[in-house]
């Protein structure tokens, strides 16, 4: 009997990690280290993922793991779709992208507390 070799399975393309601007509006958790009086937050958060669907996913898990309450996130594209549509963005902000784009990860840049 004669072994046929194992075939190897053809590599996949590596799809490149990009970093995408989302604004995420959180509730109320306990323990959310919210200041006493907050109904909630908005967060602006660079993270990085082959696709937005992925940074959004991976958005939400951390910010569940730190016992926020995500209710809604909006995404803004990548540094590229920003800058086509014309915003504006400093130094201190394309800063903080390439360090997630670097690390992988997720960087809230600002934190706003709602009061009602």
Do not use: C, W
């Amino acid at each position: 009997m004669e072994e046929t070799p194992p075939t190897t399975a053809p590599e996949k393309p590596k799809r490149t990690q990009k970093v995408y601007t989302l604004v995420v509006e959180v509730g109320r958790k306990a323990g959310d280290g919210l200041p006493d009086k907050a109904t909630g937050a908005g967060l602006v958060i660079y993270a990085s993922g082959v696709d937005e669907a992925e940074a959004v996913r991976e958005t939400v898990a951390i910010l569940k793991e730190a016992d926020l309450a995500p209710l809604e996130v909006t995404g803004h594209g990548t540094l590229e779709d920003r800058l086509k549509a014309g915003d504006e963005i400093d130094p201190e902000e394309q800063a903080l992208m390439m360090r997630a784009l670097a690390e992988n990860s997720v960087i809230v840049a600002e934190m706003t507390p709602f009061f009602d």
